[in-house]
Nanobody, 122 residues
Framework: QGQLVESGGGSVQVGGSLKLSCEAS????????MAWYRQAPGKERELVSS???????TYADSVKGRFTVSEDNDKETLYLQMNSLVTEDTAVYYC????????????????WGQGTQVTVSS
């Protein structure tokens, strides 16, 4: 089991785009679900988007139509394409993997990456 390593964060202006990557060697093939979370200063960590083993995706209402989650199983990498960024998207973005303890229908264990900063300025 490896590590989750995020990259691709940075500073952009309103309306810009960024693509986050999460190197997830040893995780994607074994995980029940991969997800992106974010945490803004003074706020709780929130789920941004997820993708499960069946390829089903979910998005927070605030990012629907602007963000797209995807996986490259060969590269074992999770992505988050972020378009039409707004200042409210400023946060540290975390990659997360839910691994089964017994099965994906039972108990799971979540692993986290170290996070990557995204700053959107007007």
């Amino acid at each position: 089991q490896g590590q989750l390593v995020e990259s691709g964060g940075g500073s952009v202006q309103v309306g810009g785009s960024l693509k986050l990557s999460c190197e997830a060697s040893g995780y994607i093939s074994r995980s029940c679900k991969m997800a992106w979370y974010r945490q803004a200063p003074g706020k709780e960590r929130e789920l941004v988007s997820s993708i499960d083993r069946d390829g089903l995706t979910t998005y927070a209402d605030s990012v629907k139509g602007r963000f797209t989650v995807s996986e490259d199983n060969d590269k074992e990498t999770l992505y988050l394409q972020m378009n039409s960024l707004v200042t409210e998207d400023t946060a540290v973005y975390y990659c997360a993997a839910d691994l089964p303890i017994d099965s994906c229908y039972g108990s799971t264990m979540r692993s986290w990456g170290q996070g990557t900063q995204v700053t959107v300025s007007s």
